[in-house]
């Protein structure tokens, strides 16, 4: 079965830029989706189809995907940032096609 | 817009069988999109369990699709897991979630609050 790997954490100061990958094979020939989760509360879209933002979503919000590793890029990093980000995508390669999720990612605002 | 609300027991015996509901509101459950439950054992990360399209069509996560049965209720406008033979690993925050597609894809949104089920005697 496809898999996702993903940093455990990444730490990163106010005002900076933060990256989060999300790492395939060949994850560049796939469409990945990104959630964000705050402590206690459902997971949100904050990225889908690579690097498209639903409404709502702040610009500061983008995404890339290439080769072996697909990019979450939250730029200006403010505090309520601080959640788990999860990468996706949908898995149609096997003869049991269906969703995978990375194993999450911790950012922590310094 | 479209939002999802779980219900369902809190606790389930070993070897019992888990149930939930996932009422959808704001929108019809006969729109052209699947509806998926995926499930966060506690401090862990996220599991797929499987979808279903109103017409009944179903697909599951190959790893639980042995004990799992996902319906649909058009009339009340909502959508059921059942999860069999559960143990204390089945114990998890569940979520409903519209599943979105396009092209060769799909990603989840909007996702319900979740609702905890513990497996516990």
């Known amino acids: 079965s496809y898999v996702l790997t993903q940093p455990p954490s990444v730490s990163v100061a106010p005002g900076k830029t933060a990256r989060i990958t999300c790492g395939g094979n060949n994850i560049g020939s796939k469409s990945v989706h990104w959630y964000q989760q705050k402590p206690g509360q459902a997971p949100v879209l904050v990225i889908y189809y690579d690097s498209d933002r639903p409404s709502g979503i702040p610009e500061r919000f983008s995404g890339s995907n290439s080769g072996n590793t697909a990019t979450l890029t939250i730029s200006r990093v403010e505090a309520g940032d601080e959640a788990d980000y999860y990468c996706?995508?949908?898995?149609?390669?096997?003869?049991?096609?269906?969703?995978?999720f990375g194993g999450g990612t911790k950012l922590t605002v310094l | 817009q479209v939002q999802l609300q779980e219900s369902g027991p809190g606790l389930v015996k070993p070897s019992g069988t888990l149930s939930l509901t996932c009422a959808v509101s704001g929108g019809s459950i006969s729109s052209s999109n699947w509806w998926s439950w995926i499930r966060q054992p506690p401090g862990k990360g996220l599991e797929w369990i499987g979808e279903?399209?109103?017409?009944?069509?179903?697909n599951y996560n190959p790893s639980l699709k042995s004990r799992v049965t996902i319906s649909v209720d058009k009339s009340k406008n909502q959508f059921s897991l059942k999860l069999s033979s559960v143990t204390a690993a089945d114990t998890a925050v569940y979520y409903c979630?519209?599943?979105?597609?396009?092209?060769?894809?799909?990603?989840?949104?909007?996702w319900g609050q979740g609702t905890l089920v513990t497996v516990s005697s």
């Open positions: 279903i399209y109103h017409s009944g069509s179903t």
């Open positions: 979630a519209r599943s979105r597609r396009g092209g060769n894809s799909g990603w989840f949104d909007p």
């Open positions: 996706q995508v949908w898995d149609s390669s096997s003869d049991h096609p269906g969703v995978v």
